[in-house]
């Protein structure tokens, strides 16, 4: 289980300028739905913008804490 907080903070500190909302899809925290806007995505492909989120949650991914995630990533409008 991880607290939303913690997402949004590991996540803001690869991408400072990152809108991030966090839903628990279970109720349990550890299945997560995360939307990340990000200016920082600009001229990335989408794995590339993935894979800066999955690095800023490595901990809680190889812990488990984090069990399953949906993740979406874009640019601002």
């Known amino acids: 289980m991880v607290?939303?907080?913690?997402?949004?903070?590991?996540?803001?500190?690869?991408?400072p300028d990152a809108?991030?909302?966090?839903?628990?899809?279970?109720g349990t925290g550890?299945?997560?739905k995360v939307n990340v806007v990000?200016?920082?995505f600009s001229g990335l492909s989408r794995?590339?913008?993935?894979?800066?989120i999955y690095?800023?949650?490595k901990k809680e991914l190889d812990s488990e804490?984090?069990?399953?995630l949906a993740l979406n990533t874009s640019i601002p409008s």
């Open 38 to 40: 990000s200016s920082s």
């Open 65 to 68: 804490a984090i069990h399953a």
């Open 3 to 15: 607290q939303t907080q913690k997402v949004i903070f590991s996540i803001k500190q690869v991408l």
């Open 30 to 32: 550890d299945h997560l």
């Open 55 to 57: 690095g800023a949650l």
């Open 47 to 52: 794995v590339k913008q993935h894979q800066l």
């Open 19 to 26: 809108e991030v909302l966090v839903e628990d899809l279970s």
